[in-house]
């Protein structure tokens, strides 16, 4: 009889090669960037990171488009390097840091490209406002232990919002025509991930 049982268990585990082993990773803010850029005055960029963020990543080891991801940016982290502006940006007239305290991405779909790259599609919030937005990721780095016996592998990611979606319009008319600041922030995202349950 335990034969048989073993037996079956075989058969099922036979008819279901598809099932999706996954691994969970976390982000490590300390070797992590989360940066950005907009148009200033329609001729430079002006270039920021938030400090403070978290995720977690579970990566289909069969299969990499079952993998999810989740993560949360304080937006109270802002930081342009100008004390004054980065002020600004955290109040009422940009993010409203005191109100929406978290930007937050929820992936729900992956697919990859016909070059081996990821396109990752999921939910963005900010401002209190939810827009789909796809994220272009490089192919995950392999795997490296580290000094401390941590298994780690890494990956950038880019995308463009348009900050009106999220309710941001903030800006001011020049002179000589145009405005302050762009709508199409580029966001550039450079994760290195450690592997949880180690």
């Known amino acids: ?45 002006v270039r920021g990171s938030f400090s403070q963020f978290s995720g977690t990543v ?3 080891d069969r299969d990499i488009t079952a993998s999810k991801v989740s993560a949360s940016i304080a937006a109270s982290s802002i930081n342009t390097n100008v004390q004054k ?18 930007i937050t991405f929820v992936s729900k779909k992956w697919s990859r490209t016909a070059d081996g790259k990821l396109k990752v599609a999921g939910d963005l919030t900010m401002h209190g ?5 796809v994220l272009n990721v490089e192919p995950f780095s392999s795997e ?8 780690r592998r890494a ?7 348009n900050r009106h979606d999220f309710d941001i319009t903030w800006n001011k008319a020049l002179d000589a025509g145009g405005v302050t600041i762009g709508n199409d922030v580029d966001i550039v995202l450079d994760i290195e991930l450690v592997k949880t349950g180690q």
């Open 144 to 151: 490296i232990r580290d000094a401390w016996g941590k298994t």
């Open 85 to 102: 502006r980065d002020e600004h940006l955290r109040g009422p007239d940009f993010f409203d840091a005191a109100k929406y305290p978290s």
């Open 155 to 161: 990956t950038t990611a880019t995308a463009r919002i």
């Open 58 to 60: 579970d990566l289909g």
């Open 1 to 45: 009889m335990k034969r048989f049982f073993r037996m079956f268990a075989l058969g099922i585990a036979l008819l279901m090669p598809n099932v999706t082993l996954a691994s969970t990773w976390s982000i490590d803010q300390d070797h992590s960037s989360v940066g950005f850029s907009i148009t200033h005055l329609m001729v430079s960029k």
């Open 129 to 133: 406002k939810t827009h789909e937005v």
